[in-house]
C-alpha cells in the first residue's frame, strides 16, 4: 500500500496570497500525481496532474514535482475564498493506476 | 459529456441492515473504482474493475461488501449486513487511462 502523507492543516490564508500545500509519498516507482478539491459535502474534483519533475502551472494553480525526494506540492495564487475547500493528494503505483490519496489539507482563504 | 452516476445520495439505516449503492460511469471509460471515505480521511479504495473483471479487491471486506459490474458498465456494490463502522462516503470513480472522475457519491449513516 504506498502511503501519501499530507500536511494536515488547517491552513489559513488571506485573500489574494499564496497558498502552498505539501505531499510527500512513500512508493519511489510512482508514476502519476494528482491533486484534487473537495468542497465540503460534494465528491473530488480534479485540479490538476503532473508526470515529470519540475513545475505546471495551469490558471492561478502550479503543481511541482520533485521525484528524487519524493515530494509534490500545490502552489495556489492569488487566493480567493472560492478556494477554501480539502485538497487531496493522490499518487498511482510504478504499474498500475490505482491511486492512493492522503488524508488531504483543509484550506481556508479569509476574505 | 455526462459525469460519473450515483444513487442514492445518501441512505440511513440500520446496523445489520443491508444496502445496496448503484453507479453508471463516463460512457466509454472501461475502468470503475469504489471508495470509501470517512469523515477527515482521503478516500480508500475498495475495489476496481477493468470492464467488467476485477482488477483489485485487496482492500474490500469480502466477509459483507461485494460489487460487481455486469456487462462492463453499471456497477452495484453491496453491504450485507451493514456495521456502525461503515458510516462514510461511497465514492465511485471511472477512468480511461490514469485520469479518474469522481461521482457525486453516497452518504451512508448506519445507526
Known amino acids: 500500500q504506498k502511503e501519501v502523507e499530507q500536511n494536515s492543516g488547517p491552513l489559513s490564508v488571506p485573500e489574494g496570497a499564496i497558498a502552498s500545500l505539501n505531499c510527500t509519498y512513500s512508493d519511489r516507482g510512482s508514476q502519476s500525481f494528482f491533486w484534487y478539491r473537495q468542497y465540503s459535502g460534494k465528491s473530488p474534483e480534479l485540479i490538476m496532474f503532473?508526470?515529470?519533475?519540475g513545475d505546471k502551472e495551469d490558471g492561478r494553480f502550479t503543481a511541482q514535482l520533485n521525484k528524487a525526494s519524493q515530494y509534490v506540492s500545490l502552489l495556489i495564487r492569488d487566493s480567493q475564498p472560492s478556494d477554501s475547500a480539502t485538497y487531496l493528494c493522490a499518487v498511482t503505483g510504478a504499474n498500475d493506476y490505482k491511486l492512493s490519496f492522503g488524508a488531504g489539507t483543509t484550506v481556508t482563504v479569509r476574505a | 459529456e455526462a459525469g460519473v452516476a450515483q444513487s442514492p445520495r445518501y441512505k440511513i439505516i440500520e446496523k445489520r441492515q443491508s444496502v445496496a449503492f448503484w453507479c453508471n460511469p463516463i460512457?466509454?471509460?472501461?475502468?470503475l473504482y469504489w471508495y470509501q471515505q470517512i469523515l477527515g480521511q482521503g478516500p480508500k479504495l475498495l475495489i476496481q474493475f477493468q470492464n467488467n473483471g476485477v482488477v483489485d479487491d485487496s482492500q474490500l471486506p469480502k466477509d459483507r461488501f461485494s460489487a460487481e459490474r455486469l456487462k462492463g458498465v453499471d456497477s452495484t456494490l453491496k453491504i450485507q449486513p451493514a456495521k456502525l463502522e461503515d458510516s462514510a462516503v461511497y465514492l465511485c470513480?471511472?477512468?480511461?487511462?490514469?485520469?479518474?472522475?469522481f461521482g457525486p457519491g453516497t452518504r451512508l449513516l448506519v445507526l
Open positions: 470513480a471511472s477512468s480511461l487511462r490514469e485520469t479518474q472522475y
Open positions: 460512457s466509454g471509460h472501461a475502468t
Open positions: 503532473i508526470y515529470s519533475n
